[in-house]
């Protein structure tokens, strides 16, 4: 079906796009949230830039249920009042290292969310961003890890209470085209600016499964954003972030703002 309408939208391709930002918003909130103001600026200033943003309280939701620290709430509260933004919660897989019933038991404190009423604030969380994912191409007992994605998968999906469960892979590298069925978004790169090769870096990525692949690039120190991000577009690359941090510990104000006027630009 999609191949059938590979001509026709071509010349919207290039005035507007489907690709989003995926953002590690692993920075504190700080009091009332305002360390995360240079994401929700650049959010606001772009409207119909789509943002998934990955909360991570503490490596994950915690163990306490609902988040104990007002500023986490305040946060979430605040980025779920845009509609151009998704919020994930973040869980590590340790390369399938770690115990699936601790995953599922993160999974099941995320989808408690929903039913937070004590401040009338909104922390419902909208999807599940899986890191460490394994890379099952080179890794022993392949099989045994696309099991544990897959039921992982299945579980966020079935559990986390949201219209659309956005449910995103992070391998950091290139994966086996297998997994991509158990996920929405699959990142296929996460490495440093002077390891990504645009259009090179891309043409590894199997043209078949751009349309599921994340870019994500940070100690970035000076770069064409509009034309990194242009190249994508076309490509069609499904999400892409940008960050000086190393770690995804800070923000740049000023990179954000590029970054979303650039995907808006396609």
Known sequence: MKSLFLLAPLF???????????LPLYVYPGSQASAWSPATAAIAAYPKVQWQV?????????TTGYPTDANYITGINYLNSYANVKTLGYVDTNFTHRAYSAVVSDINVYATWASYTETNANISIAG??????????TAPGSTAVS?????????????VPSDITPVVFNPGSLAPTGLFSYCDTMVEFE??????????TINTIPSAYRDQSAILVYSITTANVSSLVHTMALDGVEAVYFTSDCCYNSLNGTLLMQLAAAVQAG
């Open 12 to 22: 919207l391709a290039l005035s507007t796009t489907s690709l989003f930002i995926l």
């Open 128 to 137: 599940i961003f899986f890191d460490d994912v394994n890379n099952t191409a």
């Open 147 to 159: 099991t544990y994605m897959q039921n992982a998968s299945a579980y966020a999906y079935a559990n």
């Open 54 to 62: 990955i909360v991570n309280p503490a490596s994950g939701p915690g």
């Open 191 to 200: 490495n440093t600016q002077s390891s990504y090769k645009n259009q090179t």
